[in-house]
Each structure stands twice: as structure tokens, then as C-alpha cells.
């Protein structure tokens, strides 16, 4: 049940997209017919900044945020963390050197987010 569900938020998501696509592509038609972005917004009963935002060349109809990662406490550790893990160090050992370098969650925390991020790459 949950799977079909997913396969229907995921089917509802892209005809969403194509029907934002639809209406940027409707919106540029009309810029170039010499609307302005008042008219355009006003017969589309869009907001002026929806309207700016479909007529800008670089914006995208994919939500950004998307494929954005989050950065936690950990960051600034994680390049270290996998050199480390690499080097043959136990997880307790790697969570004593960054704690001496100013980490201060839970050895099991650290290495859970680690591992899933080493698991979905």
C-alpha cells in the first residue's frame, strides 16, 4: 500500500511540474507579445513575483530545495571522519579525535549520520 502511494505522490508531483512548465512557457508567450509582468499576473491570477520568477531564464519549475543537503555538526568533520575510517580507525576512536576539535554530539550519532551518507552515495 505504501509503495503505491509513493508511485502516486510521485505521479501527482510530475503533473505538477508539467503544468508549471506550461504555465512558464505561457507566461514567456505572452511577455513577448508585450505584456507586462501586472498584465501577465493579473489574467494567469498569478503573484507579480511568480510571473518574475517564470520569465527569469535560470529558474527551474524543480523544487531546489530537492536535491539540497542539509548541513549539520558534523560538516565540518566529515572529510576528516572518512580519511580516518579509511585509515582502519574504530568509530569510538575517530569521535575522540573530533570531540578534541570541538564535536560535541554522541559517538553513535556521528557514525550513524556517516554511515547513511556512505550508504546512499
Known amino acids: 500500500m505504501k509503495f503505491e502511494s509513493g508511485r502516486v505522490r510521485q505521479k501527482s508531483s510530475q503533473l505538477a511540474i508539467k503544468q508549471k512548465q506550461q504555465e512558464m512557457k505561457d507566461a514567456r508567450e505572452m511577455a513577448l507579445a508585450g505584456y507586462s509582468i501586472e498584465q501577465i499576473s ?3 491570477h498569478r503573484s507579480y ?3 518574475q520568477n517564470y520569465l527569469n ?4 519549475v524543480i ?3 530537492y536535491s539540497v543537503r542539509i548541513l549539520g555538526k558534523l560538516a565540518p568533520y566529515e572529510k576528516e571522519v572518512i580519511e580516518l575510517r579509511s585509515q ?3 568509530y569510538p576512536q575517530i569521535h575522540g579525535i573530533i570531540c ?3 564535536y560535541v554530539r554522541q559517538c ?3 557514525m ?3 554511515v547513511k551518507r556512505k550508504n546512499n552515495a
Open 88 to 90: 582502519g580507525l574504530t
Open 49 to 51: 513575483k511568480a510571473i
Open 63 to 65: 523544487k531546489r530545495h
Open 112 to 114: 550513524n549520520v556517516y
Open 57 to 60: 531564464p535560470d529558474f527551474s
Open 100 to 102: 578534541e576539535k570541538g
Open 108 to 110: 553513535s550519532f556521528a
Open 42 to 44: 493579473s489574467l494567469m
